[in-house]
């Protein structure tokens, strides 16, 4: 890549002469200023904004982490945040860490080195980034937390209100008649803790179910383990009536297993995904979605991270807000209680 130096030499001034041309041209003679820009084009030369915010002592860009690039929860939610930034004159950069804190720590350390002002980010699980995003605080590096919230976290943060979504979904299956019901993943402290899957058997208990220990997996949030878990728990001797998904891509794979098995939705089973993606009201029968305020949620990250760089006030620091239950055509009373 080519610097201002090489534009300089090319040219035949010195880098402060090459700078002006960008910065002040009117102050260049006509000839000094064509022999720079004709040096520019030449170098294909591009300024380096992110160096020019530094020296102006505020870096104009935020760093977003999502989870899953696959997701289309987390392209919804970059889109949106995005423009809030755009709006406020910050640029987004996007880098995953496939819910790995592992990998957290290699995104999180190349985004520093970007010098951002800020991170958006979806938490990984497990402890390896712990420390290092401690001291990105320290160095004055925003954090504001989106999705998932791992325990005693306390950046600012937004969060959906996932035990309720999942005591609606519960609930409407308890009222189909639904008793053997399973979600696609069990919680685990380290490899799955996430709170859908924490909150399940709380809610199944207070509605006087339980959660048989065959039913129950510890499995990652992707489209390939919710094809297998869902194919494992029809194998059963006694399979659930209705089946919980815990994201949309979990629905996938979890409809392309019941299609390759000819198993009729709501007649042979039920089922409930989050998130409400186009193709889940475009399959025959339609999904019944717990739909995830997404626009909103990242609003609200995207002015909690601009409160934190001097663009407002924090007035609160934990958002949560609500799913909405869609009740469509893959949820009915069991055949067979």
Do not use: C
Not at 134 to 161: F, K
Not at 220 to 237: F, G, I, K
């Amino acid at each position: 890549m080519s610097t201002i130096q090489d534009v300089a030499r090319l040219a035949g001034v010195s880098p402060t002469t090459a700078k002006r041309a960008l910065k002040e041209p009117d102050k260049l003679t006509p000839d000094t200023l064509a022999r720079v820009q004709q040096a520019i084009a030449q170098l294909h030369y591009e300024p380096d904004q992110r160096a020019g915010s530094l020296r102006g002592g505020q870096s104009t860009t935020v760093g977003l982490i999502v989870a899953s690039i696959l997701e289309p929860f987390f392209a919804q939610f970059a889109r949106t945040a995005s423009h809030v930034l755009a709006d406020a004159g910050y640029t987004l950069i996007i880098s995953e860490n496939e819910y790995s804190a592992q990998r957290e720590l290699q995104e999180l350390r190349r985004l520093y080195g970007l010098r951002v002002a800020g991170i958006l980010l979806r938490p990984g699980y497990g402890q390896d980034s712990q420390e290092y995003l401690a001291r990105l605080r320290s160095r004055g590096v925003a954090v504001t937390e989106y999705d998932y919230r791992p325990p005693h976290h306390d950046e600012p943060s937004v969060m959906l209100d996932n035990p309720g979504a999942v005591r609606q979904a519960v609930t409407h299956l308890h009222a189909l008649g639904h008793r053997r019901i399973a979600a696609l993943g069990t919680y685990h402290p380290v490899i799955h803790p996430e709170e859908r899957s924490r909150a399940f058997p709380e809610v199944m208990n207070a509605l006087g179910l339980t959660v048989p220990a065959e039913y129950q997996r510890v499995t990652l949030l992707t489209e390939d383990t919710a094809y297998a878990l869902t194919n494992d728990l029809l194998d059963l001797p006694q399979p659930p009536t209705a089946l919980i998904a815990l994201t949309g891509t979990q629905a996938s794979g979890a409809y392309r297993a019941l299609r390759e098995r000819g198993v009729r939705l709501p007649h042979d089973i039920s089922l409930v995904a989050f998130d409400n993606y186009p193709w889940t009201s475009l399959v025959d029968p339609p999904i019944t979605v717990l739909e995830q305020p997404v626009e909103a949620m990242a609003e609200q990250a995207a002015a909690l991270m601009l409160a934190q760089l001097g663009h407002g006030t924090v007035t609160q620091r934990h958002v949560v807000l609500g799913a909405r239950l869609i009740e469509r055509g893959s949820t009915a009373p069991p055949a067979r209680p």
